[in-house]
């Protein structure tokens, strides 16, 4: 059976899945203007670091093939594009892969494009550019993940492993295969996944709405439990169950290897430390953020009150089927008590055994710290030693 698809993507049309609709009913938005794609992202429709970097340049990328930038010279095209490429920018402020798929798609046009024709032409590119390297750069960081699974957490290299994921970091949150999800994919694969267990995650339930789903349309031995059962599976299953790992995405990681993902993965974080279980994030290199130096800087997104107080569902009939054309809002809490409702936690770098890109994994030196500088030599040369190479 095929893998879910986010986004659908042909030049001049993007499809973009409701992800608030599953997992009872697959319904594409079309998705044709900037504005569209800043309400995907905004209403939460499409999750995921990668695929809000997709939709945002791909979701301008069609409304320029429509609507070419008016005026008539390169500088007007430019301006245009990075009035709109600003205003998408704002949509989900915590994961950096969006900043740098701006940051990459502005440096784009302004090399060499000398007409509005060929400053639209090469934005639609390098959006298109962008789609493409994410599914190549799943597969890598699955292969390298499971790798070093399989060398430092397993019995022995052939023992298949459990592990434990947090959040939705699958297809749906990315082009295809998945960063965390991608390696449990490989795992699976490779004959050397024994079971998935996925979290709720609560508020807003994406473990139980989409990785639970993603795991069961795929046939991959899974368990799902609430948010707060963590600790006692660990203890209570741990050894028997094989319980290698606790893999996660990640939104933003950190100069010193810090680590904003969905809240709950710090206490996760916490959990594994204590029981002896290796703790991976898994995130492209898009999702490294080498101008912020440590977690306490990450400004984290909060979200409305009523996605802790209140939940949306499709109906249950007394048959156990579900309707899902009737969906109803329920209260789950006084609808005037105080809410504090935080999209993400920091995860701090020394709870971290290793980080899993695409271009290989970096675990802690002698001195503890990660050194990211292997990853992306150039990057770290000019925003961090503060010039080119």
């Not at 994410?134 to 397993?154: K, M, P």
């Not at 795929?218 to 606790?246: C, K, Q, W, Y």
């Not at 990681?253 to 703790?279: E, P, S």
């Not at 001195?367 to 770290?380: I, V």
Request: hydrophobic share 40%; proline share 4%.
């Amino acid at each position: 059976m095929s893998t879910l698809q986010a986004v659908k993507y042909s030049r001049g049309r993007l499809q973009v899945l409701d992800q608030l609709r599953l997992p009872h009913e697959f319904h594409y938005d079309d998705v044709a203007t900037r504005s569209e794609a800043f309400d995907a992202i905004a209403s939460m429709r499409v999750r995921g670091a990668p695929a809000i970097a997709i939709v945002a340049s791909l979701g301008l990328a069609v409304e320029l093939h429509n609507a070419p930038a008016p005026g008539s010279s390169a500088l007007e095209a430019i301006a245009h594009v990075d009035e709109a490429l600003d205003y998408l920018k704002t949509s989900r402020p915590t994961a950096v892969d969006l900043t740098n798929a701006i940051n990459q798609l502005k440096a784009r046009i302004r090399a060499g494009a000398d007409t509005n024709e060929a400053v639209v032409q090469a934005f639609i590119d390098g959006a298109e550019a962008i789609l493409q390297r994410d599914l190549q750069t799943n597969l890598s960081i699955g292969a390298f993940g499971a790798d070093w699974l399989r060398a430092r957490a397993a019995a022995s290299p052939t023992s298949p492993v459990s592990v434990l994921t947090h959040c939705n970091t699958g297809s749906l949150a990315t082009s295809g295969h998945g960063t965390a999800l991608g390696i449990i994919r490989t795992l699976h694969v490779g004959g050397l996944l024994r079971h998935a267990f996925c979290t709720e995650t609560r508020p807003y339930n994406q473990g139980s709405r989409l990785t639970a789903f993603e795991l069961t349309y795929e046939a991959i031995p899974s368990t799902l439990i609430t948010d707060s059962m963590a600790a006692s599976l660990f203890r209570t299953r741990g050894p028997a169950m094989n319980i290698a790992a606790v893999i996660v995405g990640a939104d933003r990681v950190v100069r010193n290897g810090d680590t904003a993902n969905k809240i709950g993965t710090y206490q996760l974080a916490v959990l594994a430390r204590h029981h002896g279980i290796k703790f991976m994030v898994a995130a492209p290199t898009t999702s490294i953020d080498l101008e912020t130096q440590t977690g306490e800087a990450i400004n984290i997104e909060e979200r409305k009150a009523s996605e802790l107080t209140q939940i949306t569902g499709a109906v249950v009939r007394p048959d156990g089927t579900v309707d899902k054309n009737t969906k109803v809002h329920v209260a789950t809490a006084d609808q005037t008590v105080g809410v504090w409702n935080p999209a993400f936690d920091v995860t701090p770098a020394g709870l971290i055994d290793v980080i899993v890109t695409e271009r290989g994994t970096v675990e802690k030196g002698a001195d503890g710290r990660f050194d990211l500088s292997k990853l992306m030599p150039e990057r770290w040369a000019q925003v961090v030693e503060g010039h080119s190479s």
